[in-house]
């Protein structure tokens, strides 16, 4: 499975508890204690991926619970509850729209409900600082004293859909540099300040080179996973001028390019496949992880399911 070190699938870990401190000690390098405040026998399962200096996780309680707890130092955690109803954290009510936010080795207090769903991602400063500066994003700075922070309903439901996804996939189909994009995509909208683009637009012959980079890349290394993060390194642009570029010059967003590029080269793959070959095999190498999804992209795209298209090779 594993071809370099940029290519390394990190491992997703499940872990199951019926005992409330037991579930607390199987979150990675936290420390924990959990107290059940609710009647009745626990349930609790975690699903975890870590990635140097990086951490992602969905954590299912079905009891009330009073949670002492730290994250590891020189780190950020933020916190993105299913539903906040019951939701508190230092002994502020979390509200509708808000996410939760604390810096690493400091302790806090979490009291959550029962039957709960969380989202947590964790990171180390450095590496945010550095992703922010890289891609042109200012990060709000309130996050250091306020527990909770208040997001739009559309950056909360991206945010949660993109986590959904990346913990649901098959294990060991998607590449590590894929998990720490779409993990930075998510903090950086989280945690980036609202404010108006004070970055003159660039011109026409800028924009269209900046798309023809990409292009240009794109097919020189058709075989590996591409991320937002690869594209800003590669056109020397922040994320927005890389997005305002594609939308001026192609109409489409960077990540439209990239998924409608691949699906385009899977359906030329699927029309020359060999025998032994199937839409699995395919498909999972030109990286779509979330199968049931790249059928439904598909078959919008292109008016038939991929089967109904590798059934004609033969």
């Known amino acids: 499975m594993t071809l370099t070190n940029l290519d390394t699938a990190p491992k997703k870990r499940i872990h199951e508890a019926l005992d409330a401190d037991e579930h607390a000690q199987n979150l990675t390098r936290w420390q924990q204690q959990y107290d059940q405040i609710s009647p ?8 975890e991926i870590e990635l140097p200096g990086m951490q992602v996780f969905k954590e299912h309680t079905d009891q009330a619970l009073r949670q002492d707890c730290r994250v590891w130092p020189d780190s950020l955690w933020l916190g993105i509850p299913t539903r906040a109803l019951g939701s508190r954290i230092n002994g502020q009510t979390l509200v509708e729209h808000e996410v939760m936010c604390r810096p690493g080795g400091h302790d806090f207090e979490l009291v959550t409900p029962d039957a709960f769903d969380i989202y947590g991602m964790v990171i180390r400063l450095p590496i945010l600082q550095t992703a922010a500066q890289q891609q042109g994003v200012t990060l709000d700075k309130e996050w250091q004293c306020s527990p909770r922070r208040r997001v739009t309903p ?16 098959q294990q060991g189909a998607i590449a590590e540099k894929i998990h720490k994009d779409i993990l930075l995509i998510a903090l950086l909208e989280l945690l980036q300040v609202d404010q108006p683009d004070a970055e003159l637009s660039p011109s026409y012959a800028h924009r269209k080179e900046v798309v023809d980079q990409v292009k240009r890349y794109v097919d020189e290394h058709e075989e590996d996973p591409v991320t937002m993060e690869m594209l800003c390194e590669l056109t020397h642009v922040s994320r927005r001028t890389l997005q305002y570029s594609f939308t001026t010059i192609l109409g489409i967003s960077p990540l439209q390019f990239l998924r409608l590029t691949r699906l385009n080269r899977v359906r030329r793959a ?19 992880w979330h199968l049931g999804q790249f059928a439904h992209d598909y078959k919008q795209q292109f008016g038939e399911c991929p089967s109904q298209t590798l059934s004609r090779v033969y």
């Open 40 to 47: 009745g026998r626990f349930y609790g399962r975690l699903d």
């Open 270 to 288: 699927l029309c020359a496949a060999a025998p032994t070959q199937t839409v699995t095999d395919i498909a999972t190498y030109w990286g779509f």
């Open 154 to 169: 559309e950056t909360l439901h991206a945010v949660s859909f993109l986590l959904d996804r990346l913990l649901s996939h």
